[in-house]
């Protein structure tokens, strides 16, 4: 996945919301952002007393600011005006629990 990043990094310029229609760039981007978020992989990273920088994987963050559409977000309260969900949107107690078990 690191190389197709780059790769796509390289082209960024001609990338938008339609290119999350073509299959290949689409999971790539979404399961790097997937991986972070479950904690699979990570942006930086602390080596012998010293800050790592996992550039593909800052890059994909990027990327998937760049391809994704802003929209209204509603936590019932208030409202944002973005293109990343709210981390815990539609979760419920079960799904708390679950994703509980699952970093155990």
Do not use: C, P
């Not at 001609?14 to 699979?40: H, R, V, W």
């Amino acid at each position: 996945m690191k190389t197709y990043i780059d790769e796509l990094w390289e082209v960024r310029e001609t990338l938008n919301k339609d290119s999350l229609k073509e299959a290949e760039i689409k999971k790539a981007i979404l399961d790097t952002i997937d991986n972070l978020d479950k904690g699979k992989i990570k942006i930086a990273y602390k080596e012998n007393l010293e800050w790592k920088m996992n550039e593909w994987v800052k890059k994909a963050v990027v990327l998937y600011l760049k391809v994704n559409q802003n929209y209204m977000i509603s936590n019932g309260t208030h409202k944002f005006y973005d293109n990343v969900a709210l981390k815990f949107d539609g979760w419920d107690h079960t799904k708390f629990e679950t994703a509980n078990k699952n970093n155990t």
